[in-house]
């Protein structure tokens, strides 16, 4: 009896150590796909794309008809879109997202926001695209403009900062809050000063989430700040200049618009050349963004904290 | 009338929604003294202890009747400033709470809060709250650390340290010692009898011990009542009620 019940014992725990294996395989193959499929990816856009890469494509103007057309005036636009866009979005988020997790009092208005919020966020940024073509560029009579781009992408990226920051919030300690109640700090001083800095991690993660997709977004801009860009002056730094490239009220085609453009109606003969290295200074961009984010959130949360590390 | 003790509570109850969490206390807190608040979980011992720098308040659903006294001032009142009152009133929890900033940081906040810019006022004042909660030798080379970088029981003593940065008339301690190591409790018991020189300290433990050896007053708590208060020595040695024995026998056996 005693004999049988260790066999079954040893034989139930052989089994659940098989059990235990196989998932461990089969977690670590799935992990190892993911990455693999994600370095090929890498690795096939930069395969087609650098060899195109060269100061003169990164600098000179696109052309229609003819070869040899470069990507200057798009790759400069959505850098400064995505300036633009972060100036809306990271304040608007902030405060939202802070309002939620601090301001608000659980109820059904809080749950209706938070309601709102989150379908929001799952709008196909085409319906987004189109409502600002209505709004933004017709009803307000911004045109096609890097405005209008920006505004249009600021509703696409909102929920997503409101959410990450009411996350990164609701994250922060409960003691640390209470630490600065008892010492007679106001409630808006705690938030600044003690929570803001112990959130910044997340809200660097967060912020860079909403940037990739400022970067890759093409859909909801092709209305909103157009497919075309004036010719610029790069001498010219007046915002309000109608040739300057800071001039946020004039049309402006971002990378991933001109990668969509060359792509379907691009009639230059090096069309999937200049598609293929738009496409990896795409992918470098927005390494490199992440990797320039991640420093500087880390510094400033060095500062902040006064500690050695970014957990 | 009698006048209220500088610093009591008057027939205080506080509710959780229906609750009633604690029933109609009037006690009072002798100055230059340590009161001990003793009683099994749940008792409403903590509770009390967040009413009297009104933390309550911020639980939602919770409220309070009867008043608490502070130098002829009603704490419980409607227009009282709670900020402003908090800054009389300093608290420690049971797990360490330091600021993610600084040593120097977490002392110099409060007051550069309360308008003090000057570097060398700033200064002194981090040296004379971290000297007076003991901590000073071990941190004074490395002010401009994380206070995270810091040992439990340090960080503890920070936290101490970051109470008394304010000035404050009164110290709230909650358990402040229950998550520390035995050389660290002794340090911040150790502490606790020095600073009742010039404070009212009040503080909850589980450790009759503890209770035993700092306090000079003694509340037990029961189930939202105060059952019985009085001189420490007399509550442990020979307690008028038989719950009181019996909470504190059980204890020690």
């Known amino acids: 009896m005693t004999t049988q019940t260790q066999i079954l014992r040893s034989k139930a725990r052989k089994r659940a150590k098989t059990a235990d294996k196989v998932a461990t395989v089969v977690i670590i193959v799935f992990a190892l796909s993911i990455v693999a499929i994600l370095l090929g990816l890498i690795g096939f856009i930069m395969f087609r794309g650098l060899g195109h890469i060269s100061w003169h494509f990164l600098t000179s103007n696109p052309q229609t008809i003819r070869e040899g057309g470069g990507i200057g005036p798009p790759l400069f636009n959505s850098l400064y879109l995505l300036v633009l866009t972060m100036i809306i979005t990271i304040p608007l988020g902030l405060g939202g997202g802070i309002y939620m997790s601090e301001y608000a009092k659980p109820g059904k208005i809080t749950s209706f926001i938070r309601l709102v919020v989150e379908v929001l966020s799952s709008f196909p940024s085409i319906v987004i695209g189109l409502f600002g073509l209505l709004v933004f560029v017709n009803t307000f009579e911004l045109g096609?403009?890097?405005l209008a781009g920006a505004l249009a992408l600021t509703i696409f990226n909102l929920p997503l900062m409101v959410r990450i920051t009411e996350q990164a919030f609701a994250g922060v300690p409960r003691e640390q809050k209470e630490a600065g109640l008892a010492l007679g700090l106001s409630k808006w001083k705690i938030i600044t000063s003690i929570m803001l800095p112990v959130a910044i991690p997340s809200l660097v993660t967060g912020t860079i989430l909403a940037a990739g997709r400022v970067f890759g977004e093409a859909a909801a801009l092709l209305f909103t700040s157009g497919m075309t860009t004036p010719p610029l002056n790069f001498s010219d730094w007046n915002p309000l200049h109608p040739r300057s490239p800071l001039n946020p009220l004039r049309p402006a085609e971002t990378l991933a618009t001109h990668i969509w453009k060359v792509?379907?109606?691009?009639?230059?003969?090096?069309?999937?050349q200049i598609a293929?290295?738009?496409?990896?200074?795409?992918?470098?961009?927005?390494?490199?963004?992440?990797?320039f984010a991640r420093w500087g959130g880390r510094t400033l949360y060095r500062y902040m904290t006064a500690s050695k590390r970014m957990n | 009338m009698v006048m209220p003790m500088p610093f009591s509570t008057e027939d205080l109850s506080i509710y959780y929604g229906e609750f009633q969490?604690?029933?109609n206390i009037s006690m009072g807190f002798p100055a230059a003294s340590v009161t001990a608040l003793i009683g099994p979980s749940g008792c409403g011992k903590s509770t009390f202890l967040r009413s009297l720098n009104r933390m309550n308040d911020e639980i939602a659903g919770s409220r309070s009747t009867g008043h608490i006294w502070m130098d002829g001032i009603d704490l419980t009142a409607s227009g009282t400033d709670v900020i402003k009152l908090r800054q009389r009133i300093g608290m420690v929890w049971q797990r360490p709470n330091p600021f993610y900033k600084s040593i120097y940081e977490n002392i110099a906040f409060g007051p550069r809060y309360y308008g003090i810019k000057n570097r060398k006022q700033l200064d002194e004042i981090v040296e004379t709250s971290l000297r007076r909660?003991?901590?000073?030798d071990e941190v004074k080379d490395r002010l401009k650390e994380s206070a995270l970088a810091l040992s439990g029981g340090q960080q503890q003593r920070l936290c101490i340290a970051r109470a008394l940065s304010v000035n404050p008339q009164i110290?709230?301690?909650d358990e402040p010692a229950s998550a520390l190591d035995p050389v660290s409790t002794g340090k911040i018991e150790e502490l606790i009898t020095e600073l009742k020189k010039d404070l009212r300290i009040v503080i909850v433990t589980h450790n009759m011990q503890q209770a035993a050896r700092v306090s000079d007053y003694t509340a037990y708590f029961y189930l939202g009542t105060l059952v019985e208060h009085g001189e420490t020595d007399q509550i442990f040695t020979n307690p008028e009620k038989n719950s009181t024995q019996e909470y504190i026998m059980g204890r020690f056996g």
Do not use: R
């Not at chain 1, 792509?263 to 999937?272: K, R, V």
């Not at chain 1, 293929?276 to 990797?291: K, R, Y």
């Not at chain 2, 909660?133 to 000073?136: D, I």
């Open chain 2, 21 to 23: 969490a604690i029933k």
């Open chain 2, 133 to 136: 909660a003991a901590l000073w």
């Open chain 2, 171 to 173: 110290l709230l301690l």
């Open chain 1, 144 to 146: 096609f403009s890097l």
């Open chain 1, 276 to 291: 293929a290295g738009a496409s990896a200074v795409l992918v470098i961009m927005v390494l490199l963004f992440n990797l």
């Open chain 1, 263 to 272: 792509n379907s109606e691009g009639l230059a003969p090096d069309a999937i």
